[in-house]
């Protein structure tokens, strides 16, 4: 079942598109399952989950942190972590830049920015975006390489509210390219859209489409 999802999922997605399979809450056998069938990129929300994952799989798997990352939890998933999604504050950055060093490494991360109407979402606004990205103490962080954003649309049925969200993530991954990374080879990546709006995301520029419940199923709270 999972192998047929993740073709049919593939069929809809652009080569220049990454698939994240979001497996938070899903057993190392359903993990396995998605990798036998192809699928290397794994996105998990909790950096015990992650690090417990990791020690079960196999070792070309890249692991991408999606949710909300508390700085006690870094340490855990510093020594492998592909790409962090989530950062959203100086003060988490400056954490995992901390962190990598230690493991001596340098971590991919994202900006998370909160472009939904719910204020249950993370994320930067651009006021303190700007205040980061110009303040001396992120010019001194040598272990973390800023890769781009990623935001969350507004949990509605409202097609054309999702689409002004994900072009106000492209507007502001625009925006700080010319501003901060103009020569920057690794500035590149829009990751936005989940199982339910991840086409229109396509439409609008992601580069990173986060996919969950399309691939294994709804989720399981317990």
């Not at 999922?9 to 220049?16: G, K």
């Not at 359903?30 to 069938?37: N, P, R, T």
Request: charged share 25%; net charge negative.
């Amino acid at each position: 079942m999972i192998q047929e999802n993740l073709n049919k999922i593939r069929n809809t997605i652009p080569l220049n598109v990454t698939l994240v399979a979001v497996s938070k809450t899903k057993p190392v056998t359903d993990l396995q399952e998605a990798y036998d069938a192809g699928q290397r990129i794994f996105g998990e929300n909790k950096a015990l989950e992650m690090r417990d994952k990791h020690q079960q799989l196999p070792k070309d798997i890249q692991w991408h942190f999606i949710g909300h990352l508390q700085t006690n939890k870094i340490k855990y998933i510093a020594p492998f972590v592909t790409l962090i999604h989530s950062i959203d504050s100086a003060s988490l950055l400056e954490a995992v830049n901390k962190e990598a060093a230690k493991n001596n490494r340098i971590i991919d991360c994202l900006l998370q920015f909160h472009i939904a109407q719910e204020e249950t979402k993370f994320g930067l606004d651009m006021k303190e975006a700007t205040t980061l990205l110009e303040s001396e103490s992120f010019k001194n962080l040598k272990n973390i390489n800023i890769c781009g954003v990623m935001g969350m649309a507004t949990f509605t049925d409202d097609n054309e509210q999702i689409r002004n969200e994900f072009k106000t993530l492209k507007n502001i991954f625009n925006t700080l390219k010319d501003s901060y990374f103009k020569d920057s080879e690794v500035f590149k990546e829009i990751s936005m859209g989940m199982s339910d709006d991840y086409p229109i995301a396509i439409e609008e520029g992601a580069t990173l489409v986060r996919v969950g419940s399309k691939i294994f199923g709804v989720r399981n709270y317990n």
